[in-house]
């Protein structure tokens, strides 16, 4: 059974830093891109970043670009997202996904697997 599983959320002031990691189990997707993508409340959910396959290959969205960073340790089938300069806008459930393809993508229908989400806060 394939999951994925983020961690790393939580309450943080403006400004301030949270780094939330997916670690997959059940099968490897060091030959997949990884993408992180985020929901706000009464909206829908939104691309943040995404990885290739090799980690070299990195890709975000305007509104993170600049303050947020992904990464991959294929060793231990894990994705990182690095946030800093956290602005209450950033404020959503944060979902891990593994991709169909080796590049990064924005498109969500290039993932086949889903975590559960990771709720990050972010207070004025």
């Known amino acids: 059974q394939v999951q994925l599983v983020e961690s790393g959320g939580g309450l943080v002031q403006a400004g301030g830093s949270l780094r939330l990691s997916c670690a997959a189990s059940?099968?490897?997707?060091?030959?997949?891109?990884m993408g992180w993508f985020r929901q706000a409340p009464g909206k829908e959910r939104t691309f943040v970043a995404a990885?290739?396959?090799?980690?070299?290959?990195?890709y975000y969205s305007v509104s993170v670009k600049g303050r947020f960073t992904i990464s991959r340790d294929n060793a231990k089938n894990t994705v990182y997202l690095q946030m800093n300069s956290l602005k209450p806008e950033d404020t959503a459930v944060y979902y891990c996904a593994a991709g169909r393809v080796p590049y990064s993508s924005a498109n969500d229908g290039d993932y086949s697997h889903w975590g559960q989400g990771t709720q990050v806060t972010v207070s004025s």
């Open positions: 059940g099968r490897t997707f060091n030959n997949a891109a």
């Open positions: 990885i290739g396959w090799s980690g070299i290959n990195t």
